[in-house]
């Protein structure tokens, strides 16, 4: 293929856009070439919101701005100050919304690919690559013989593992419905997370396992025997306890592949939305596994045409899982989140109980913001 | 950031438009909605070629086509059958080159993203992601004390890897100007091709190392402290020296944190471009390193400029090198790359000196193609 012929064209092919620019006082210019365009938008999680309806019901969205445009049919919008965060924008050229050619900083959620920026300080410094040492990520394959199938994981090991010796504490993380194994290392940020809060030492050296937690897949869209296929979030077998009861298969593995500390006390699971119900049932399906639980978001959703034995019994196998006193039980959701009703009735089941668990309660609602937030303050709590 | 609701909208926003189609006699249908358009075309390197002028001369470029407006606004173009390969398109809507909304791969190479797909069928085959056992491919950083830095590679190591206790061949496989250590896994498809000839008992289980040949950044672009900077193929030291001075620094680090075979016989160096001018000058410069040695339409083009004495005495190391008769020199070119005289005048050489070597011919230029060609014919010979 000619794309070294494409990259000429791009790099010797007259005028250069910068776009985005980002400003020493944090505002942000955005900038397309379209000379024959007649409007030209940009949408991003920067802008106010919007309402978009989705089978959920209404939720807020990216807002949208016109850019203007300049000589040589150069388009510009610039923002206000913005926050540090990670962000993510496209624009939208006569109606279609499109890449923007100057960045080549995408991240894929299920089927929409949207450019990103970074706007460090504060938390967002723990989304960039900073000068400390670096974790190892690596896509590897598991037998899962519950599945009968292989299937592909994404593994964080800790900087100096390769040459340590020592065993490491494990926290498998889990994505939500639409993800896979590439949803945390990606829009996550997990390595650069990690690596920056062990370097701070605010968290411990631990080996972080992003599996696929779609049990009818073998691999993200593109990384399996089926080809480039469309991503979709309408998977079979992704809420029906397929997945949690094949979870020890890859428990088995880590193990068995890994340098970790093989007991309960060196082991935590959190996932977000769907990965969050996930964990909380993979947690207490197998009690003495996991002795540190974090719902994100979770999709505590139960379905009644489902009859997994997995979900038989909550209120009794909670029972045996809090009796064996989890050092942490940490529930995360954010004010508008659509699940924040469905998490508040789990707490209060929690609560009627006695069971001891962690509230934490951000702004916003089902969004990968609040998520990488969340990441960061479970984390430090962990094998302590 | 908003990102799922980007999503939702893609998902849940109407009707949905399949592109590429790949329909069972290899013909491929494109389809872009955009009914504010006044003109779509397609630029891909199934077109017949058109001319494009670069510093380096003219070189073939993919050509274009125009899209046909149905209904709904959704244009179409249907191509004639293609042969098996992986090919890269773009959209070109009134002029604004464009990413194809609805095909989430995408291929970077240096500051272009190009959509990709798969014809499969013969060599193509290799390209794909079939149901054989899947190496494992890690991001690792080492530490080069010569660069006085920290960098990042990329690392295949064969299924089995991880719990077969054996020592494994390596071979360091160099990326071209303007790539890093990306370029090989995403555009070279390098894990598809090992995984592939692997287990078709083509090639043996082997380590391939891709590293990051530019000696002034740490890692590819994104992936270190520098942030989310635009890629260049203006990098300073990458032909003068330096590089080469520093990669026993990555053969050390190998060694010492892989199963590795630490012998000669048991290591390759193969690179593209300036990572084929890199191989041939690093394999000289250390003849009692490398026993195999792959020149992929190497950048053989000495500049008088450079002082380095990686490149003093050309001549006499080369005699140094051949006196040890390595096991493999193998030089690869196309008929219409810009380097084929410059490969033509260091053949030449070789055989001026009677120095033992194979060559390997292919039809068109410096493209990705025959770069990946070049891998699935060279692989196979290694470590016999």
């Not at 000589?71 to 923007?100: A, H, M, Q």
């Not at 979709?232 to 880590?254: C, I």
């Not at 959703?301 to 997995?310: A, F, H, L, M, Q």
Request: with cysteine; aromatic share 12%.
């Amino acid at each position: 293929m000619c794309v070294m012929t494409f990259a000429q064209q791009a790099l010797w092919g007259g005028t250069q856009v910068v776009s985005p620019e980002i400003h020493g006082n944090n505002t942000v210019t955005f900038r397309l070439k379209a000379p024959k365009a007649v409007k030209v938008q940009i949408t991003g999680d920067f802008l106010p919101t919007q309402k978009f309806s989705t089978p959920f019901g209404e939720v807020d969205g990216p807002g949208v701005a016109d850019l203007t445009e300049g000589k040589d049919g150069i388009w510009e919008y610039t923002t206000n100050p913005l926050k540090p965060e990670l962000y993510g924008y496209s624009f939208i050229v006569d109606g279609l919304k499109s890449t923007d050619p100057s960045n080549v900083y995408l991240i894929r959620d299920v089927a929409t690919l949207t450019n990103v920026f970074i706007i460090g300080g504060d938390r967002a410094d723990l989304y960039k690559v900073n000068k400390v040492p670096h974790g190892t990520v690596s896509r590897i394959w598991y037998n899962s013989p519950t599945l009968g199938m292989e299937r592909r994981m994404t593994v964080y090991t800790p900087a100096g593992y390769e040459t340590s010796g020592k065993r490491y504490p494990v926290f498998y993380l889990l994505h939500g419905m639409g993800g896979d194994e590439e949803a945390w290392i990606s829009l996550g940020r997990t390595a650069q997370i990690l690596d920056n809060l062990i370097a701070k030492g605010k968290a411990k050296p631990m080996i972080v396992v992003m599996t696929n937690g779609n049990a009818a897949q073998e691999a993200a869209p593109g990384e399996s025997s089926l080809g480039m296929v469309t991503p979709t979030m309408q998977l079979p077998k992704t809420m029906e306890g397929t997945f949690e009861s094949a979870f020890p298969d890859v428990v088995k593995f880590v193990d068995n592949n890994y340098r970790t500390i093989k007991s309960k006390s060196d082991r935590a699971i959190a996932g977000l939305s769907m990965g969050g119900f996930h964990s909380m049932h993979i947690s207490k399906q197998y009690p003495d596994l996991f002795n540190y639980v974090g719902l994100f978001s979770a999709a505590i959703i139960p379905n009644k045409d489902v009859t997994s034995p997995v979900y038989q019994d909550l209120e009794g196998k909670l029972k045996v899982q809090f009796s064996k006193k989890p050092a942490l039980y940490w529930i995360a959701i954010g004010k508008t989140d659509f699940l924040y009703k469905a998490n508040e009735d789990f707490r209060k089941l929690l609560d009627e109980k006695g069971y001891k668990y962690t509230y934490y309660e951000t702004g916003e609602g089902h969004i990968w913001k609040n998520w990488r937030i969340y990441l960061t303050e479970f984390t430090p709590q962990l094998f302590k």
